[in-house]
């Protein structure tokens, strides 16, 4: 998996519980991304991250939020204003923004109940 | 909506058999990826095809883009029971992000 290491690989939470994924990367990627992946789908993009204290929303990233203090973490936040929060995640890192190739971590299963 | 979409989405075949797979898009590329997906896990990337190309190989992978029909399509020949995941193409364009499609779920019986 290139790198980039997802924990916990299945995580289960209660309605109304924030709860935050872990994404860290030791590539020195200066891009990093996540996505949901859920069944029959593609991967959408939630956020992602060009460079270290900046990141950009991408298509879904409504209840959801991120951080880049370091070049190596970007967690992932998924906040109870999230109406369907239960799905597969996936982080991936690129060399750079404009580095097309990226390198995904395992992912981590997020299941809401 | 989708940029780019893969057909067939589901896929079944004897090993040892080739599997082709195809993505149609919507608007003008730079380049086309491939990413290949095993049940559970990341995504591994496979090919990069830039829009002024028209072919590449990989191994056992032929990767071959028109832009005048807006498609590409995968080959995997001679495939074994390990090629069996999803496979994904991946488009970008100019003024967008990296953009998946669906996936075709490839099954190689043994």
């Known amino acids: 998996d290139g790198g980039i290491t997802q924990s916990p690989k299945y995580l289960f939470r209660k309605e109304g519980q924030n709860v935050t994924l872990s994404c860290e990367q030791n590539l020195n990627h200066d891009a990093m991304y996540w996505y949901r992946q859920d069944p029959g789908q593609g991967l959408r993009l939630i956020y992602y991250s060009q460079i270290v204290n900046d990141f950009q929303k991408g298509d879904i990233a409504e209840g959801y939020s991120v951080s880049r203090e370091k070049k190596e973490s970007f967690p992932l936040t998924v906040t109870s204003a999230q109406k369907n929060p239960t799905a597969f995640y996936l982080c991936?890192?690129?060399?750079?923004?404009?580095?097309?190739?990226?390198?995904f971590g395992p992912g981590t299963r997020l299941t809401v109940t | 909506s989708q940029q780019g979409e893969e057909d067939p989405q589901a896929l079944s075949i004897q090993e040892g058999e080739n599997a082709t797979m195809n993505c149609s898009y919507k608007?003008?590329?730079?380049?086309l990826q491939w990413y290949r997906q095993n049940s559970g896990r990341g995504l591994v990337h496979l090919i990069l095809i830039r829009s002024n190309e028209r072919e590449k190989h990989s191994g056992r992978l032929r990767v071959t883009l028109d832009t005048s029909k807006k498609s590409s399509s995968l080959l995997i020949t001679a495939s074994r029971a390990a090629d069996t995941a999803s496979y994904f193409c991946?488009?970008?364009?100019?003024?967008?992000?990296?953009?998946f499609g669906p996936g075709t779920s490839l099954s190689v019986i043994p």
């Open positions: 608007t003008s590329i730079n380049n």
């Open positions: 991936a890192s690129s060399i750079t923004a404009d580095t097309y190739e990226q390198y």
């Open positions: 991946a488009t970008e364009t100019s003024y967008d992000k990296v953009i």
